[in-house]
């Protein structure tokens, strides 16, 4: 397992989908992050792509507030939105930087199918369903990180150069922030869908946006050594 927990629903969708997940935080990409081997040049491609990805990720976000009907699911839809918009968003900023490659290029970069699938994916989850179809559709983006952050965190090669990376998402505050996204969804889907969500005759269809989204992060991967 991962070695971290963020939540009842989570751990019931990871399982739910174990293969896949298997896929996704046991991509080749990531493997080449943590033993260094990824390519400098699909790094940077990944990481152009992930930013304009970030940009509708925020827009999604957006929509979970809107979305929100209680003030501990309003609080934590700002907090993630925040860290994406103010912190994640800089390593992406930085890194290009140091290649020449600045902001205005970043936001303006063309955008690749896999983005553009995924992205629009999650945004439709949120539009044609509630709150919960919506944190399902996110989820495996923002616990997925945190999960493979922590472990390479302490499975990476030492002389990886791609530390910072691994440091944004094994850092301690998104990994506090993820533990707390992780309750704010527990308390979520109990309170639509009641103490054993997993039973309620929507689970199926909660689970397959999580799935469904599990599925397009591993096409991301895929992109990124597209080079």
């Not at 990805?53 to 009907?69: C, I, N, P, T, Y």
């Not at 629009?120 to 399902?136: E, H, K, S, T």
């Not at 996110?138 to 090669?157: D, K, N, Q, S, V």
């Amino acid at each position: 397992m991962s070695g971290v927990s963020y939540g009842a629903v989570f751990e019931r969708w990871r399982a739910g989908c174990a293969e896949t997940w298997q896929a996704y935080t046991r991509h080749a990409f990531v493997r080449g992050i943590g033993d260094g081997s990824l390519p400098r040049a699909a790094y940077l491609r990944y990481l152009v792509q992930d930013y304009v990805f970030l940009v509708h990720f925020a827009r999604a976000w957006s929509l979970a507030v809107v979305k929100a009907e209680t003030l501990e699911e309003t609080k934590a839809c700002t907090g993630v939105l925040d860290a994406l918009v103010n912190h994640e968003m800089a390593l992406h900023v930085a890194t290009c930087a140091d290649e020449g490659i600045d902001e205005e290029a970043l936001y303006t970069a063309t955008e690749e199918i896999e983005n553009l699938a995924y992205t629009r994916y999650v945004l439709d989850a949120g539009l044609q369903g509630d709150f919960i179809d919506l944190m399902a559709a996110l989820a495996p983006c923002c616990f997925g990180y945190g999960e493979i952050g922590h472990r390479l965190a302490h499975e990476a090669a030492p002389g990886t150069p791609y530390r910072d990376w691994i440091a944004t998402y094994a850092d301690e505050a998104y990994q506090s922030s993820m533990v707390t996204l992780g309750k704010m969804v527990d308390g979520a889907v109990s309170r639509r869908l009641g103490s054993e969500p997993w039973q309620a005759p929507r689970w199926a269809q909660v689970q397959q946006r999580f799935t469904t989204a599990t599925r397009l992060e591993v096409g991301f991967w895929e992109m990124g050594l597209r080079v």
